[in-house]
Protein backbone atom coordinates (compact mmCIF):
# COMPACT_ATOMS: atom_id res chain seq x y z
CA UNK A 1 0.00 0.00 0.00
CA UNK A 2 1.77 3.13 -0.83
CA UNK A 3 0.68 5.41 2.03
CA UNK A 4 1.82 2.60 4.54
CA UNK A 5 4.54 4.02 6.71
CA UNK A 6 6.42 0.97 8.84
CA UNK A 7 4.44 1.85 11.73
CA UNK A 8 1.58 1.20 9.72
CA UNK A 9 3.19 -2.00 8.25
CA UNK A 10 3.88 -2.93 12.01
CA UNK A 11 0.50 -3.58 12.86
CA UNK A 12 -0.09 -6.11 10.80
CA UNK A 13 2.06 -8.10 13.00
CA UNK A 14 0.16 -7.42 16.61
CA UNK A 15 -2.44 -9.68 17.00
CA UNK A 16 -4.84 -9.37 20.03
CA UNK A 17 -6.88 -11.36 22.39
CA UNK A 18 -9.53 -8.89 23.09
CA UNK A 19 -13.51 -10.25 22.48
CA UNK A 20 -14.73 -6.09 21.12
CA UNK A 21 -13.28 -4.99 17.77
CA UNK A 22 -14.19 -2.27 15.66
CA UNK A 23 -13.74 -2.73 11.84
CA UNK A 24 -13.13 -0.21 9.18
CA UNK A 25 -14.68 -1.65 6.09
CA UNK A 26 -13.79 1.10 3.98
CA UNK A 27 -13.70 0.51 0.07
CA UNK A 28 -9.77 0.78 -0.25
CA UNK A 29 -8.88 -0.15 3.24
CA UNK A 30 -9.86 -2.08 5.85
CA UNK A 31 -8.74 -1.25 9.54
CA UNK A 32 -9.54 -3.30 12.89
CA UNK A 33 -9.16 -1.85 16.17
CA UNK A 34 -9.20 -4.77 19.27
CA UNK A 35 -9.95 -3.67 22.55
CA UNK A 36 -6.96 -2.76 24.65
CA UNK A 37 -4.79 -2.85 21.78
CA UNK A 38 -5.94 -0.14 19.29
CA UNK A 39 -5.06 -0.54 15.33
CA UNK A 40 -4.23 -4.15 14.90
CA UNK A 41 -4.74 -4.84 11.21
CA UNK A 42 -4.70 -2.38 8.53
CA UNK A 43 -4.90 -4.20 4.56
CA UNK A 44 -6.61 -3.31 1.92
CA UNK A 45 -10.15 -4.35 1.10
CA UNK A 46 -9.22 -6.72 -2.10
CA UNK A 47 -9.95 -10.66 -2.50
CA UNK A 48 -8.27 -12.58 -4.95
CA UNK A 49 -10.33 -15.20 -6.40
CA UNK A 50 -10.02 -17.88 -9.28
CA UNK A 51 -11.69 -16.71 -11.81
CA UNK A 52 -15.61 -17.62 -12.37
CA UNK A 53 -15.73 -19.05 -8.58
CA UNK A 54 -15.59 -17.95 -4.94
CA UNK A 55 -12.46 -19.63 -3.74
CA UNK A 56 -10.62 -17.14 -2.17
CA UNK A 57 -7.11 -17.14 -3.04
CA UNK A 58 -5.80 -14.21 -1.19
CA UNK A 59 -7.03 -11.33 1.10
CA UNK A 60 -5.84 -8.01 1.81
CA UNK A 61 -2.20 -7.14 1.03
CA UNK A 62 -1.47 -9.92 -0.78
CA UNK A 63 -4.38 -9.62 -3.71
CA UNK A 64 -3.74 -6.12 -3.54
CA UNK A 65 -0.21 -6.80 -5.19
CA UNK A 66 -2.49 -9.14 -7.75
CA UNK A 67 -4.32 -6.32 -8.63
CA UNK A 68 -4.28 -5.34 -13.05
CA UNK A 69 -1.57 -8.10 -13.32
CA UNK A 70 -3.60 -10.82 -12.93
CA UNK A 71 -3.49 -13.73 -15.09
CA UNK A 72 -6.45 -14.50 -16.16
CA UNK A 73 -7.20 -17.30 -14.03
CA UNK A 74 -7.51 -15.01 -11.25
CA UNK A 75 -9.51 -12.34 -10.72
CA UNK A 76 -8.86 -9.69 -7.78
CA UNK A 77 -12.22 -8.08 -6.70
CA UNK A 78 -13.00 -4.82 -4.30
CA UNK A 79 -16.18 -6.27 -2.32
CA UNK A 80 -17.19 -2.68 -1.92
CA UNK A 81 -15.68 -0.57 -4.56
CA UNK A 82 -18.19 1.82 -4.99
CA UNK A 83 -19.34 1.68 -1.93
CA UNK A 84 -21.97 -0.97 -2.20
CA UNK A 85 -21.04 -4.64 -1.80
CA UNK A 86 -21.16 -5.61 -5.27
CA UNK A 87 -19.87 -9.30 -4.43
CA UNK A 88 -21.71 -10.45 -1.12
CA UNK A 89 -19.18 -13.56 -0.89
CA UNK A 90 -16.04 -11.87 -1.65
CA UNK A 91 -17.11 -9.33 0.92
CA UNK A 92 -18.23 -12.12 3.49
CA UNK A 93 -14.64 -14.10 3.08
CA UNK A 94 -12.88 -10.70 3.13
CA UNK A 95 -14.40 -9.76 6.54
CA UNK A 96 -14.09 -13.16 8.09
CA UNK A 97 -10.43 -13.72 6.78
CA UNK A 98 -9.38 -9.70 8.61
CA UNK A 99 -11.26 -10.82 11.98
CA UNK A 100 -9.61 -14.13 11.98
CA UNK A 101 -6.37 -12.22 11.64
CA UNK A 102 -6.71 -9.90 13.77
CA UNK A 103 -8.23 -11.77 16.48
CA UNK A 104 -6.45 -15.61 16.35
CA UNK A 105 -7.63 -18.21 18.50
CA UNK A 106 -11.40 -19.32 19.07
CA UNK A 107 -13.12 -15.70 19.27
CA UNK A 108 -16.35 -16.46 22.43
CA UNK A 109 -18.63 -13.37 22.32
CA UNK A 110 -17.19 -10.90 20.66
CA UNK A 111 -18.69 -7.76 20.22
CA UNK A 112 -18.02 -6.01 17.06
CA UNK A 113 -18.81 -2.36 16.43
CA UNK A 114 -18.56 -1.97 12.06
CA UNK A 115 -18.79 1.18 10.07
CA UNK A 116 -20.52 1.03 6.62
CA UNK A 117 -20.88 3.70 4.24
CA UNK A 118 -24.27 5.64 4.74
CA UNK A 119 -25.11 5.04 1.29
CA UNK A 120 -25.62 1.08 1.45
CA UNK A 121 -28.86 -0.07 1.53
CA UNK A 122 -30.64 -2.44 4.42
CA UNK A 123 -30.44 -5.38 1.99
CA UNK A 124 -26.27 -4.46 2.58
CA UNK A 125 -26.63 -3.81 6.00
CA UNK A 126 -28.09 -7.69 7.06
CA UNK A 127 -25.56 -8.76 4.75
CA UNK A 128 -22.58 -7.16 6.84
CA UNK A 129 -23.95 -8.04 9.90
CA UNK A 130 -24.04 -11.88 8.59
CA UNK A 131 -20.85 -11.81 7.47
CA UNK A 132 -19.60 -10.47 10.87
CA UNK A 133 -22.18 -13.03 12.83
CA UNK A 134 -20.38 -15.72 10.86
CA UNK A 135 -17.10 -14.61 11.66
CA UNK A 136 -17.79 -15.46 15.10
CA UNK A 137 -19.44 -11.94 16.68
CA UNK A 138 -22.19 -12.70 19.46
CA UNK A 139 -23.08 -9.04 19.14
CA UNK A 140 -22.75 -6.31 16.25
CA UNK A 141 -23.25 -2.90 15.89
CA UNK A 142 -23.26 -0.84 13.18
CA UNK A 143 -22.61 3.06 12.53
CA UNK A 144 -22.45 5.34 9.78
CA UNK A 145 -18.72 6.20 8.66
CA UNK A 146 -19.46 10.36 9.06
CA UNK A 147 -19.88 9.36 12.69
CA UNK A 148 -16.92 7.05 13.31
CA UNK A 149 -14.76 9.39 11.04
CA UNK A 150 -15.90 12.59 13.26
CA UNK A 151 -15.13 10.75 16.87
CA UNK A 152 -12.26 9.55 15.67
CA UNK A 153 -11.10 13.30 14.51
CA UNK A 154 -12.21 14.25 17.76
CA UNK A 155 -15.02 16.21 16.75
CA UNK A 156 -17.31 17.11 20.15
CA UNK A 157 -20.62 14.83 18.56
CA UNK A 158 -22.12 14.90 21.40
CA UNK A 159 -22.44 18.46 22.04
CA UNK A 160 -24.92 20.90 21.11
CA UNK A 161 -22.94 22.41 18.21
CA UNK A 162 -22.61 21.47 14.68
CA UNK A 163 -19.60 19.78 13.21
CA UNK A 164 -18.70 19.12 9.57
CA UNK A 165 -16.48 16.06 8.66
CA UNK A 166 -15.94 15.51 5.25
CA UNK A 167 -14.20 12.09 4.67
CA UNK A 168 -12.89 11.00 1.75
CA UNK A 169 -12.56 7.44 1.18
CA UNK A 170 -11.31 5.24 -2.16
CA UNK A 171 -14.84 5.02 -4.13
CA UNK A 172 -16.82 7.13 -1.95
CA UNK A 173 -16.68 10.84 0.50
CA UNK A 174 -19.43 11.10 2.34
CA UNK A 175 -20.57 14.67 3.94
CA UNK A 176 -22.11 14.86 7.32
CA UNK A 177 -23.09 17.88 9.50
CA UNK A 178 -23.15 16.16 13.25
CA UNK A 179 -24.88 17.53 16.46
CA UNK A 180 -26.13 16.24 19.59
CA UNK A 181 -24.86 12.85 18.98
CA UNK A 182 -26.39 12.62 15.35
CA UNK A 183 -26.08 12.71 11.75
CA UNK A 184 -28.36 16.15 10.85
CA UNK A 185 -27.88 16.23 7.15
CA UNK A 186 -25.25 13.95 4.96
CA UNK A 187 -24.50 12.78 1.18
CA UNK A 188 -22.59 9.97 0.17
CA UNK A 189 -21.21 10.76 -3.24
CA UNK A 190 -19.20 8.02 -5.30
CA UNK A 191 -16.40 10.03 -5.99
CA UNK A 192 -13.29 9.54 -4.16
CA UNK A 193 -9.89 8.82 -4.61
CA UNK A 194 -10.98 6.17 -7.35
CA UNK A 195 -12.15 8.77 -9.58
CA UNK A 196 -9.05 10.51 -9.11
CA UNK A 197 -7.22 7.68 -10.14
CA UNK A 198 -9.76 7.70 -12.85
CA UNK A 199 -9.60 11.58 -14.03
CA UNK A 200 -5.78 11.01 -14.24
CA UNK A 201 -6.17 7.69 -16.57
CA UNK A 202 -8.26 9.63 -18.53
CA UNK A 203 -6.06 12.57 -18.84
CA UNK A 204 -3.34 10.56 -20.19
CA UNK A 205 -5.09 8.83 -22.50
CA UNK A 206 -6.59 11.92 -24.02
CA UNK A 207 -3.92 14.52 -23.55
CA UNK A 208 -1.08 11.85 -24.04
CA UNK A 209 -2.20 9.01 -26.25
CA UNK A 210 -1.02 6.52 -23.55
CA UNK A 211 -2.57 3.78 -21.53
CA UNK A 212 -1.61 3.28 -17.97
CA UNK A 213 -3.27 1.37 -15.35
CA UNK A 214 -4.87 1.96 -12.28
CA UNK A 215 -1.96 1.55 -9.76
CA UNK A 216 -0.02 3.67 -11.41
CA UNK A 217 -2.03 6.18 -11.54
CA UNK A 218 -2.91 6.24 -7.99
CA UNK A 219 1.24 6.35 -7.77
CA UNK A 220 1.17 9.58 -9.88
CA UNK A 221 -1.59 10.87 -7.46
CA UNK A 222 0.17 10.05 -4.41
CA UNK A 223 4.11 11.43 -6.11
CA UNK A 224 2.29 14.98 -7.39
CA UNK A 225 -1.06 15.24 -7.09
CA UNK A 226 -2.60 18.26 -5.26
CA UNK A 227 -5.87 19.98 -5.51
CA UNK A 228 -4.26 23.73 -5.42
CA UNK A 229 -0.95 25.66 -4.96
CA UNK A 230 0.09 25.04 -0.63
CA UNK A 231 2.14 28.33 0.09
CA UNK A 232 4.70 26.27 2.57
CA UNK A 233 5.02 24.07 -0.62
CA UNK A 234 6.46 25.72 -3.41
CA UNK A 235 8.52 23.05 -4.86
CA UNK A 236 4.91 21.20 -5.35
CA UNK A 237 4.45 23.32 -8.76
CA UNK A 238 7.36 21.76 -9.92
CA UNK A 239 7.82 18.32 -9.59
CA UNK A 240 7.62 15.66 -11.97
CA UNK A 241 6.42 12.10 -12.14
CA UNK A 242 7.51 9.36 -14.79
CA UNK A 243 5.21 6.49 -15.65
CA UNK A 244 5.17 3.84 -18.19
CA UNK A 245 2.66 3.14 -20.32
CA UNK A 246 1.47 1.48 -23.64
CA UNK A 247 0.91 3.60 -27.00
CA UNK A 248 -2.59 4.22 -27.15
CA UNK A 249 -2.06 3.54 -31.35
CA UNK A 250 0.51 0.99 -31.77
CA UNK A 251 0.38 -0.62 -28.10
CA UNK A 252 4.00 0.06 -28.11
CA UNK A 253 5.20 0.39 -23.86
CA UNK A 254 6.54 4.25 -23.43
CA UNK A 255 7.80 6.22 -20.55
CA UNK A 256 6.01 9.78 -20.19
CA UNK A 257 7.04 12.68 -17.69
CA UNK A 258 3.90 14.30 -16.22
CA UNK A 259 3.70 17.83 -14.27
CA UNK A 260 2.41 18.05 -10.82
CA UNK A 261 0.36 20.96 -13.02
CA UNK A 262 -1.06 18.55 -15.74
CA UNK A 263 -1.92 16.20 -12.66
CA UNK A 264 -3.77 19.07 -11.18
CA UNK A 265 -5.54 19.71 -14.42
CA UNK A 266 -6.52 16.14 -15.03
CA UNK A 267 -7.93 16.05 -10.86
CA UNK A 268 -10.05 19.01 -11.33
CA UNK A 269 -13.01 17.44 -11.97
CA UNK A 270 -13.60 14.60 -8.89
CA UNK A 271 -12.19 17.84 -6.91
CA UNK A 272 -15.15 20.23 -8.30
CA UNK A 273 -17.81 17.23 -7.60
CA UNK A 274 -16.91 16.91 -3.39
CA UNK A 275 -16.85 20.13 -3.27
CA UNK A 276 -20.03 20.94 -4.77
CA UNK A 277 -21.19 18.16 -2.25
CA UNK A 278 -19.93 20.26 0.47
CA UNK A 279 -21.70 23.32 -0.77
CA UNK A 280 -25.13 21.19 -0.96
CA UNK A 281 -24.93 19.74 2.76
CA UNK A 282 -24.11 23.60 3.76
CA UNK A 283 -27.23 24.60 2.09
CA UNK A 284 -29.75 22.48 3.59
CA UNK A 285 -28.10 22.47 6.81
CA UNK A 286 -30.45 24.58 9.55
CA UNK A 287 -29.13 28.07 9.61
CA UNK A 288 -27.65 27.57 13.64
CA UNK A 289 -25.61 24.96 12.51
CA UNK A 290 -24.27 25.98 9.83
CA UNK A 291 -23.05 28.91 11.51
CA UNK A 292 -21.55 26.85 13.87
CA UNK A 293 -19.49 25.02 10.69
CA UNK A 294 -18.49 28.79 9.61
CA UNK A 295 -17.05 29.33 13.09
CA UNK A 296 -15.42 26.09 13.85
CA UNK A 297 -14.81 24.44 10.08
CA UNK A 298 -14.95 22.06 8.20
CA UNK A 299 -13.07 18.74 8.89
CA UNK A 300 -11.30 16.41 6.61
CA UNK A 301 -10.64 12.72 7.12
CA UNK A 302 -9.91 9.60 4.99
CA UNK A 303 -6.96 8.91 2.11
CA UNK A 304 -8.07 11.61 0.42
CA UNK A 305 -7.55 14.61 2.81
CA UNK A 306 -4.09 14.16 1.94
CA UNK A 307 -4.06 14.90 -1.02
CA UNK A 308 -2.14 19.03 -1.06
CA UNK A 309 -3.95 21.78 -1.26
CA UNK A 310 -7.61 19.95 -1.27
CA UNK A 311 -8.39 22.11 2.39
CA UNK A 312 -7.17 24.71 0.66
CA UNK A 313 -9.57 24.52 -2.35
CA UNK A 314 -12.39 23.56 -0.39
CA UNK A 315 -12.00 26.68 1.95
CA UNK A 316 -11.24 29.03 -0.88
CA UNK A 317 -14.31 27.83 -2.61
CA UNK A 318 -16.67 27.99 0.56
CA UNK A 319 -15.22 30.70 2.58
CA UNK A 320 -14.63 28.32 5.63
CA UNK A 321 -11.48 27.44 7.71
CA UNK A 322 -10.87 23.60 6.73
CA UNK A 323 -8.77 21.31 8.50
CA UNK A 324 -7.47 18.08 8.02
CA UNK A 325 -7.48 15.54 10.91
CA UNK A 326 -4.25 13.66 12.42
CA UNK A 327 -4.32 10.67 10.41
CA UNK A 328 -7.17 11.23 8.54
CA UNK A 329 -7.02 7.50 7.32
CA UNK A 330 -7.42 5.91 10.69
CA UNK A 331 -9.86 7.70 12.24
CA UNK A 332 -13.02 6.01 10.80
CA UNK A 333 -11.41 2.93 12.61
CA UNK A 334 -10.46 4.65 15.58
CA UNK A 335 -14.04 5.92 16.15
CA UNK A 336 -15.09 2.37 16.28
CA UNK A 337 -12.40 2.07 18.44
CA UNK A 338 -13.67 4.66 20.63
CA UNK A 339 -17.55 3.21 20.80
CA UNK A 340 -15.58 -0.36 21.59
CA UNK A 341 -13.17 1.36 24.31
CA UNK A 342 -16.53 2.94 25.70
CA UNK A 343 -19.64 1.38 24.89
CA UNK A 344 -21.76 2.45 27.89
CA UNK A 345 -21.41 5.98 26.91
CA UNK A 346 -20.96 6.11 23.16
CA UNK A 347 -23.65 2.72 22.61
CA UNK A 348 -26.48 5.28 21.88
CA UNK A 349 -24.29 6.42 18.49
CA UNK A 350 -24.79 2.93 17.97
CA UNK A 351 -27.55 0.79 16.61
CA UNK A 352 -27.48 -2.88 17.04
CA UNK A 353 -28.36 -5.03 14.31
CA UNK A 354 -29.89 -8.18 13.91
CA UNK A 355 -28.73 -10.67 11.79
P1 LIG B 1 -11.74 3.87 2.24
O1 LIG B 1 -12.20 4.36 3.57
O2 LIG B 1 -12.76 4.02 1.17
O3 LIG B 1 -11.19 2.48 2.34
P2 LIG B 1 -9.34 5.38 2.66
O4 LIG B 1 -9.78 6.41 3.63
O5 LIG B 1 -8.54 4.24 3.20
O6 LIG B 1 -10.56 4.82 1.81
O7 LIG B 1 -8.51 6.16 1.53
C1 LIG B 1 -8.02 5.46 0.42
C2 LIG B 1 -7.84 6.44 -0.70
O8 LIG B 1 -6.94 7.50 -0.30
C3 LIG B 1 -7.21 5.79 -1.92
O9 LIG B 1 -7.93 6.19 -3.07
C4 LIG B 1 -5.80 6.36 -1.93
O10 LIG B 1 -5.29 6.47 -3.25
C5 LIG B 1 -6.01 7.72 -1.32
N1 LIG B 1 -4.77 8.28 -0.78
C6 LIG B 1 -3.92 7.73 0.11
N2 LIG B 1 -2.86 8.51 0.33
C7 LIG B 1 -3.04 9.63 -0.44
C8 LIG B 1 -2.28 10.82 -0.68
N3 LIG B 1 -1.12 11.04 -0.06
N4 LIG B 1 -2.78 11.73 -1.55
C9 LIG B 1 -3.93 11.51 -2.18
N5 LIG B 1 -4.70 10.42 -2.01
C10 LIG B 1 -4.26 9.48 -1.16
MG1 LIG C 1 -13.22 5.13 4.92
Redesign the pocket.
Known amino acids: M??ASTDRADRADRTASSRDIGI?L????TLVYARGHGIVLDEP?VVAVRTGTTTALAVGTEAKETLGRTPGSITAIRPLRDGVICDFEAAEEMIRHFVRKAVPGRRPRTRMVVCVPSGVTQVERRAIVQASTRAGAKTVHLIEEPMAAAIGAGLPVSEARGSMVVDI????SEVAVICLGGIVTSRSLRV???RM?AAITDHVRREHALLIGERTA?DV??AV?SAWPVPGLPELESRTHTVRGREKVGGMPKTLELTALDVRAALDEPVAAIIAAVRATLEECPPELSGDVMERGITLT???A??PGLDLRIASATGIPVFVADAP?DC?VLGSGRCVEDMDTLGSLLAPAKP
Do not use: C, H
Open positions: PQDGTANSGGGTGGDDEKIGGGGLLLV
